[in-house]
């Protein structure tokens, strides 16, 4: 079992960047694939970027990649997601989840953090 706090979250103008955090503990991230996760209004829950805590391999959505890194300092069990190029379309409430390794849908993540707001506008 892993309890997840996100952070981070806030207001940015379009173009600029925000970092997000996600604090992990009850469990070292080597047993559990973590996700960022992000869902607005009237839209599905939708897959931001995931990493396996065990080998480091990453995903990224297509609309994503390029702008957005997503990286892990085990030691402070801690996943951040680097966002750049923020778009208004990247506005959403972000989540971070934990799942088995290999964990892809969020129907797999069974351990989620609050989430934090994310709103990019001039």
């Known amino acids: 079992q892993v309890q997840l706090v996100e952070s981070g979250g806030g207001l940015v103008q379009p173009g600029g960047s925000l970092t997000l955090s996600c604090a992990t503990s009850?469990?070292?991230?080597?047993?559990?694939?973590i996700s960022w996760f992000r869902q607005s209004p009237g839209k599905a829950r939708e897959g931001v970027s995931r990493l396996n805590g065990r080998d480091g391999s990453t995903w990224y959505e297509d609309s994503v990649r390029g702008r957005f890194t997503i990286s892990r300092d085990n030691a402070e069990g801690r996943v951040y997601l680097q966002m750049n190029q923020l778009k208004p379309g990247d506005s959403a409430t972000y989540y971070c989840a934990a799942g088995a390794l290999g964990s892809t849908w969020p129907e797999d993540f069974h351990f989620w953090g609050q989430g934090t707001q994310v709103t990019v506008s001039s």
């Open positions: 009850g469990s070292s991230l080597d047993w559990y694939t």
